[in-house]
Structure formats: structure tokens, C-alpha cells
């Protein structure tokens, strides 16, 4: 347990303090805010979906440490998959960090690193902030996601 807590914690901070995929798509098929008043995350996330693919995804936005991280890992995990992939995605991984659930780690990949987060209840919606976007997003919903 310490190992993946190490792992957990060595992980968050790489992505925090230098995310992935930073920034806004210009002609984005698909778009989503997010905000976590709480710890006061702010997030705005663009989608390029051909077809049936996510071919890219960027988020801008101020946010703490996990919500940058899990941002950051979010939008190079969508990249390449299928939507029905990424609703399972989002479900799987919201069923880990609230947990709720204990999904399979192989299901997740490095992804699993943020069950750690699921002890910390005010940290689990910085870390499901940007995955409740990301399904906004591809819902086409129009109302901004808040977790309050
Ligand atoms: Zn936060």
C-alpha cells in the first residue's frame, strides 16, 4: 500500500505541476465547463470527435493540484477511444475514486493510481471533476457541470 501511495502522490504531482493536453481545441466538435466551488477548480474542456472517435481533447481552466492531474490524464486516456469507451471509462473511474466500486486495476491503467483519492471525500470531486465534464461533453449537455 505504500508503494501505490508513493506511486499515487509521484503521479499527481508530474501531471499537477506539468499537465498533458493543456489548452483549447479551436474547432472542437465538442465542449463542457466544470467547476468544484468547493475547492474553487475551474475547467473548460474541448473534443475533437470524428466519427465515433475522440481524436483530441484539451482543457484550460485554473485548478488545484489533483483536479490538474486527473485533467491531465483524463484527456490522454479518452484520446484515440470510441464514446460508448469513454462513458464506460467515466463510470469506472468515478466508481474508483468514490469508492464505490474497485474496478479491475488493469481496466484502468495508471489510471488506478487515484484511488487514493477516495479517502479524502473533498479531494474525490477535485478528481472527478474533469471526468464529469468529459461526459457532459459528449452528452451534448449545455449546462455547466458543478459537483456542488
Ligand atoms: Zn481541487
Avoid at 98 to 104: L, N, V
Avoid at 117 to 128: D, G, H, I, L, N
Amino acid at each position: 500500500m505504500d508503494e501505490l501511495r508513493d506511486l499515487y502522490q509521484e503521479m499527481i504531482l508530474d501531471h499537477g505541476k506539468r499537465p498533458r493536453n493543456q489548452g483549447r481545441i479551436e474547432a472542437s466538435t465538442h465542449e463542457a465547463d466544470g467547476h468544484n466551488p468547493l475547492c474553487g477548480d475551474v475547467l473548460h474542456l474541448t473534443l475533437t470527435v470524428d466519427g465515433d472517435t475522440v481524436t483530441d481533447a484539451r482543457f484550460e481552466g485554473e485548478g488545484c493540484a489533483i483536479s490538474t492531474a486527473s485533467a491531465s490524464m483524463m484527456t490522454d486516456a479518452v484520446k484515440g477511444k470510441n464514446l460508448g469507451e469513454v462513458k464506460r471509462l467515466v463510470d469506472t473511474f468515478i466508481g474508483l475514486a468514490t469508492g464505490e466500486s474497485s474496478p479491475d486495476p488493469n481496466e484502468l491503467g495508471k489510471l488506478a493510481v487515484f484511488s487514493g483519492v477516495s479517502e479524502f471525500p473533498a479531494r474525490v470531486k477535485c478528481a472527478t471533476l474533469s471526468w464529469r465534464t468529459v461526459e457532459a461533453a459528449i452528452s451534448g449537455s449545455d449546462e455547466p457541470i458543478t459537483t456542488e
